[in-house]
């Protein structure tokens, strides 16, 4: 008994330790295991986060992202080997497996070496493009640092990024659908080879804004893949390094934070949104709470609790300024799609509500909400119910309906002269009239 | 979507840097920018001297059929050289908007680039205001290099032709929809009503006054009730306990509550019946009636 005592310790200990909302076990993988110092502040910063770092070699034999098919790590952090691949236990296809499975995996690239025919065919998979000369290198002759590359501008200085668009939060500032540069690089720039003197104009694929520095995919299933132009980025020289732009001041970097907030996100500690209760019920008080059948025109309430992990905790979702978290009401196509709107707060979450009107269609029909943003995991629920017609005693009553009032008037006027006609019939003593008939008769 | 992923050690800056002058920059002489018409003979379009120091003050127009050349020096300090980067960026400040053109250079430094409008991305073809069109030329080294506004183009498109758009497939929020219900069932104005309903009532009164008319009495009342008053009285009475039973059932009851109560009325209403038209026969076989 002591011993299971004991063991559910050591689980909430783990569970109190894993700060990222999907586990902590990292693996690092790094051909030179001398080149672990370099990047010691970072490997610092994770293990202060909650990770525990496994550090191996690509070509290590011991090295398995799956055992029995269940994934041994959670995420995957890979620097650029220097070798043709990533060795047999590498491959795009476990690579591609292991996001399957929802494993969150960042790949660093460097310029130093050229990069891999293997990571360039993974990357393929995902819609991100490699220059086909796979040793080029992006240069700015504006925003590079005068210390460091003063003759081969190849240390670019860039601002940190804001958000995407208006309407998507912004994880990376100081504050395809699938597929979001999180980093582009200056309008200036562009990618060459340094092995060549010159480049020829034939030469320049892509400049300016088409090159993104950082990209992120974000799988269906949520599994996050980044793309880090500069694994040289990540060392401690730049962590706290001081720069100068040509002609500007000196500045320290902030790269310590920019990593921290990549791979917070990457091994996704923020961004993460979980859904808590679910309720939906007519608007009327003490309504029964998710019944399975509502009649049309029935007002409907329809609430959904959201929360967001930040860090180390869970907490109240907000939706970013011009998004809207959204409510169909569908049948095969959605009748309604509405805003939903905050109602209430609790510590770790937002409650959001609709209301609205049941359409005036019977059939079988579904909440859904279906938030999908660049950045955010993906919510899509669905809660089936059924919308009747109106029984035969919930129509309005004739007496209701003023156009029914000359039949109403109609039918009690044949009753009233039916009672009368009997009364009549029953009681009347011949007329003076009819006796003089019958006596000429 | 299509991510180009570049390779570069790289460092982010939490505030924006100052540029200041340098040594030594870069900078062009001799250059021309070119618009020719296909078809028109050689220098038969617009042609304008570029200058480095301040741009073209009107915008230079691209139309479909159009070529557009910039001819250049590219020179260091004051002397002709190839750079590293020689191109010419076109630039919307309002999207956002960038591409640049790598000029052809030689070794004397004399570079040149054409541009149709086939070579611009389609995103450029829907632009109404003219685009920042700047010369960019940069290289290795200490030097200073020299990213200016040229001129403005504007791309001119024919109105009939459709410009050509793009829609990426892109998550966000998707436009409202609310379910537009079907007009309640109307009734005509109750004025009309109430008019036909009076007509109907009409009709009681009209035939009361009929049988008035014709002599119809109710004498014979207190011989009924003097000889049979039970039977008349209960007759009379099921007859409007009946009418009055069909009208809990409109109102209120339903068909099993009504069926048992029509039943036990029914009843009442036969034998009392019976007894009572007993009676109007008596009177009518001693010819009262």
Same mark, same amino acid.
């Given at each position: 008994m002591r011993w299971c005592l004991a063991l559910l310790l050591c689980c909430l200990l783990a569970a109190v330790n894993a700060l990222s909302s999907s586990g902590s076990r990292l693996l690092v993988v790094q051909e030179d295991s001398t080149e672990k110092s370099l990047y010691s502040k970072l490997w610092a910063d994770l293990e202060s986060r909650g990770y525990d770092l496994t550090f191996e070699s690509p070509k290590s034999d011991k090295l398995a992202l799956f055992e029995h098919g269940e994934r041994v790590y959670d995420h995957l952090l890979i620097l650029p080997p220097k070798a043709k691949g990533l060795g047999p236990s590498l491959t795009p296809k476990h690579i591609l497996d292991f996001l399957q499975k929802d494993g969150n995996i960042l790949l660093a690239l460097s310029g130093k070496s050229a990069t891999s025919s293997a990571i360039s065919s993974l990357l393929i998979e995902l819609d991100i493009h490699l220059s086909t000369d796979r040793s080029a290198v992006a240069v700015d002759h504006f925003n590079y640092d005068t210390i460091s590359a003063a003759e081969k501008h190849d240390v670019l200085l860039l601002q940190r990024p804001g958000s995407l668009r208006p309407d998507v939060k912004a994880f990376f500032d100081a504050t395809p659908p699938l597929l979001a540069p999180i980093l582009?690089?200056?309008?200036? #720039?562009?990618?060459?080879?340094?092995?060549?003197?010159?480049?020829?104009?034939?030469?320049?694929? #892509?400049?300016?804004?088409?090159?993104?520095?950082?990209?992120?995919?974000?799988?269906? @299933?949520? #599994?996050?893949? %980044?793309?880090?132009?500069? #694994?040289?980025?990540?060392? +401690?020289?730049?962590?706290?390094?001081?720069?100068?732009?040509?002609?500007?001041?000196? %500045?320290?970097?902030? @790269?310590?934070?920019?990593?921290?907030?990549?791979?917070?996100? %990457?091994?996704?500690?923020?961004?993460?949104?979980?859904?808590?209760?679910?309720?939906?019920h007519l608007?009327?008080?003490?309504?029964?709470? @998710?019944?399975?059948?509502?009649?049309?025109?029935?007002?409907?309430?329809?609430?959904?609790?959201?929360?967001?992990?930040?860090? +180390?905790?869970?907490?109240?979702f907000e939706v970013p300024a011009g998004d809207e978290l959204q409510l169909e009401f569908t049948m095969l196509s959605p009748f309604h799609r509405l805003a939903l709107q905050p109602v209430r707060r609790t510590e770790t979450s937002t409650v959001y509500g609709a209301q609205f009107v049941t359409p005036d269609q019977h059939g079988?029909?579904?909440?859904?909400?279906?938030?999908?943003?660049?950045?955010? %995991?993906?919510?899509?629920?669905?809660?089936?119910?059924?919308?009747?017609?109106?029984?035969? +005693?919930?129509?309005?009553?004739?007496?209701?309906?003023?156009?029914?009032?000359?039949?109403?008037?109609?039918?009690?006027?044949?009753?009233?002269?039916?009672?009368?006609?009997?009364?009549?019939?029953l009681y009347s003593a011949p007329s003076s009239a009819a006796n003089a008939i019958k006596k000429t008769q | 979507m299509h991510l180009w992923q570049a390779t570069v050690p790289f460092c982010l800056l939490a505030s924006a840097a100052l540029p200041a002058a340098a040594a030594s920059a870069w900078g062009f002489t001799d250059a021309t920018v070119a618009v020719q018409s296909k078809g028109a003979g050689v220098n038969s379009g617009l042609k304008e001297e570029l200058s480095a120091s301040k741009p073209l003050s009107k915008p230079i127009s691209l139309a479909t059929v159009d070529t557009l050349r910039v001819t250049l020096t590219t020179q260091e300090g004051s002397s002709p050289k190839r750079p590293h980067q020689a191109f010419l960026l076109l630039k919307d400040d309002q999207t956002g908007l960038d591409i640049s053109y790598p000029f052809t250079v030689k070794e004397s430094g004399k570079s040149r680039v054409e541009l149709t409008q086939k070579n611009l991305p389609i *995103?450029?073809?829907?632009?109404?205001?003219?685009?920042? &069109?700047?010369?960019?030329?940069?290289?290795?080294?200490?030097? /200073? &290099?020299?990213?200016? !506004?040229?001129?403005?183009?504007?791309?001119?498109?024919?109105? $009939?032709?459709?410009?050509?758009?793009?829609? =990426?497939?892109?998550?966000?929020?998707?436009? /409202?929809?609310?379910?537009?219900?079907? $007009? $309640?069932?109307?009734? =005509?104005?109750?004025?009309?009503?109430?008019?036909?309903?009076?007509?109907?009532?009409?009709?009681? =009164?009209l035939l009361a006054g009929l049988w008035?008319?014709?002599?119809?009495?109710?004498?014979?009342?207190?011989?009924?009730?003097?000889?049979?008053?039970?039977?008349?009285?209960?007759?009379?009475? !099921?007859?409007?306990?009946? /009418?009055?039973?069909?009208?809990?059932?409109?109102?209120?009851?339903?068909?099993? *509550?009504?069926?048992?109560?029509? &039943?036990?009325?029914?009843?009442?209403?036969?034998?009392?019946? !019976?007894?009572?038209?007993?009676?109007? *026969? !008596?009177?009518?076989l001693a010819s009262l009636r």
């Open positions: 582009r690089a200056p309008v200036t #720039a562009y990618g060459y080879n340094p092995k060549e003197e010159i480049p020829s104009a034939e030469d320049i694929q #892509a400049t300016g804004s088409q090159l993104s520095l950082v990209s992120a995919l974000q799988a269906r @299933n949520s #599994a996050r893949f %980044t793309v880090l132009g500069s #694994a040289e980025a990540l060392e +401690d020289q730049w962590f706290s390094a001081s720069v100068k732009a040509p002609g500007g001041k000196k %500045t320290s970097t902030v @790269n310590q934070e920019f990593a921290k907030q990549l791979t917070a996100w %990457t091994f996704k500690e923020t961004g993460v949104l979980k859904v808590g209760k679910i309720q939906h608007a009327t008080e003490h309504a029964e709470r @998710n019944p399975k059948i509502y009649r049309v025109k029935n007002e409907t309430v329809f609430e959904i609790e959201v929360s967001e992990y930040a860090y +180390d905790k869970y907490v109240p079988i029909f579904s909440f859904r909400v279906n938030y999908k943003r660049p950045f955010l %995991t993906n919510i899509e629920e669905k809660h089936e119910v059924t919308v009747r017609h109106f029984a035969h +005693d919930e129509y309005t009553r004739s007496w209701a309906i003023s156009g029914g009032w000359v039949w109403i008037a109609g039918l009690w006027s044949v009753i009233g002269g039916f009672l009368a006609f009997v009364v009549v019939w | *995103q450029f073809l829907s632009l109404s205001d003219p685009v920042d &069109a700047r010369v960019v030329i940069g290289s290795l080294g200490t030097s /200073e &290099a020299y990213d200016k !506004s040229a001129f403005k183009l504007s791309i001119a498109r024919n109105p $009939d032709e459709a410009v050509p758009t793009i829609e =990426p497939a892109r998550y966000g929020k998707l436009p /409202e929809i609310h379910h537009i219900f079907r $007009d $309640d069932p109307s009734s =005509p104005a109750v004025i009309i009503t109430l008019a036909f309903v009076g007509l109907v009532g009409a009709a009681l =009164p008035l008319f014709l002599g119809t009495n109710v004498n014979h009342l207190s011989t009924a009730f003097k000889s049979s008053p039970l039977p008349h009285a209960v007759f009379l009475a !099921s007859l409007v306990s009946f /009418e009055g039973v069909f009208f809990l059932y409109y109102t209120t009851w339903n068909l099993f *509550q009504t069926l048992p109560a029509a &039943a036990a009325v029914g009843a009442v209403a036969f034998v009392s019946g !019976s007894r009572a038209l007993g009676e109007v *026969q !008596s009177r009518r």
